[in-house]
């Protein structure tokens, strides 16, 4: 029998998801000053929790307040106190909802703004023209590293005691796991680059510090690279050798999804027909991918409607479905999926009419991130608002930030 998108699944750790629906995360940037989460992030959650969903997957979370990839981050770390947290974790379980705090390091992908030279794998700059956004890395050295490693797995913990029902370890889209991973962007020559063992040595340190910190009933997954659609780079058999090595150390969900800010697959871009008809960008992988692990696999990017959510599950390919920008607009999509109506995603291409803009600024973050911020004030989403608006924005911010210290 094809699997529903109502059913529970239950993970390896013994926690149960009461739907197949998950939200992908996306950044909020709307944190405190002194980097704390605040009641902002309550209303947008419990917004979220009503609309249906069964896991709600924050956005990232930094392990560094030296270490941003938005000025308004929000960071856990040992020199923090947010009494918020607690009560962001409450807002997030309510109907039965998990909530799952997305952790993050962004490497090299810090704006000069926020960061004078940040650290990497190797002192690889982005590519042209993100190098206009972004300062040329340093290498981190070994000892740096093993801090990191300790960064995630303290994070972990204060999620857990917060009242967060998991976490999630952010390895795709560039940031600093991903990094560690590409042989781009990893060229180093130690225990920590070269061949593919060495390349996802730090991000099976990361797991096994986590793990070791939560125990074995709390859940700990992964958002991972299908490939870096990069010449050169993370390959699709590079991913399917790491996804296999982390079901066998125990990930309780595997998200897959692709690209990074140099090659945005992850928002549809150069996606082929006959992938756009199966509306999943990267399901052809998830169902090859399948036959190597049992752990379960969420898969997200290009879902729009129900039809094509039941497919991926009923192709076995997947165990849960992954949505991130059709909430940002429809926060009550979730329900109107599992009552079974006929809804379709309202999300479309977004332009300023600039192209020289649509490259330079990651525009589909910048006009969603401004819809989680009107829910974020107890306000609906406004699909009217102008993209170019949403950039000017972007930019006055970017001015602004960078005459004075964010923090």
């Known amino acids: 029998m094809s699997t529903k998108l109502t059913e529970t699944l239950q993970l390896p750790c013994g926690a149960t998801l009461k739907n197949r629906l998950g939200k992908s995360a996306m950044s909020e940037n709307m944190g405190s000053r ?11 959650y419990a917004r979220w929790a009503e609309g249906g969903i069964g896991l709600l997957i924050t956005g990232n979370v930094m392990v560094d307040r030296f270490a941003l990839g938005e000025a308004h981050n929000v960071v856990i770390e040992q020199r923090i106190q947010d009494p918020n947290l607690p009560l962001w974790a409450a807002a997030g379980k309510k109907e039965g909802t998990h909530i799952w705090v997305q952790l993050n390091h962004p490497g090299k992908q810090s704006p000069k703004f926020l960061s004078k030279q940040p650290v990497a794998p190797s002192a690889i700059p982005l590519k042209k023209p993100l190098d206009r956004l972004f300062n040329t890395p340093r290498a981190l050295t070994e000892s740096e590293i093993f801090d990191i490693i300790a960064r995630f797995a303290y994070a972990a913990k204060v999620c857990q005691e917060s009242g967060f029902t998991g976490v999630q370890i952010h390895g795709a889209h560039g940031y600093l796991v991903s ?35 939560v125990g ?3 859940p700990v997954g992964i958002k991972l690279n299908s490939a870096d659609f990069q010449k050169g780079g993370f390959t699709q058999e590079d991913s399917m050798g790491v996804v296999k090595k982390l079901s066998e150390l125990g990930m309780d969900l595997i998200e897959i999804s692709g690209g990074t800010y140099e090659s945005p697959a992850m928002m549809g871009a150069k996606v082929k027909a006959s992938t756009q008809a199966r509306e999943a960008y990267f399901l052809d992988y ?13 898969l997200t990017g290009g879902f729009r409607s129900l039809q094509g959510m039941e497919e991926a599950l009923a192709s076995c390919a997947c165990d849960v479905i992954g949505v991130a920008r059709s909430l940002a607009i ?15 995603s309202q999300v479309k291409p977004l332009t300023t009419g600039w192209k020289f803009l649509d490259k330079t600024f990651p525009l589909e973050i910048i006009w969603y991130t401004d ?8 306000k609906e989403p406004n699909l009217k608002k102008s993209a170019l608006g949403s950039v000017w924005t972007m930019v006055y911010k970017l001015g602004e930030n960078s005459l004075k210290k964010v923090r």
């Not at 998830?286 to 969420?298: A, F, Q, T």
């Not at 819809?371 to 107890?378: A, D, I, P, S, T």
């Open 34 to 44: 002194g980097y704390t989460s605040n009641e902002k992030f309550n209303r947008l």
């Open 216 to 218: 074995d009933a709390f």
């Open 330 to 344: 429809q926060p009550d999509f979730p329900n109107q999926l599992l009552s079974g109506a006929t809804v379709t």
């Open 371 to 378: 819809q989680l911020h009107l829910m974020g004030e107890g």
């Open 179 to 213: 990094q560690f991973l590409s042989p781009t962007h990893n060229q180093r020559n130690d225990q920590w680059g070269g061949s593919l063992e060495n390349r996802m040595r730090f991000v099976t340190e990361v797991y096994k510090a986590i793990r070791e910190a």
């Open 286 to 298: 998830c169902e090859e991918v399948r036959k190597l692990v049992s752990s379960p696999l969420m």
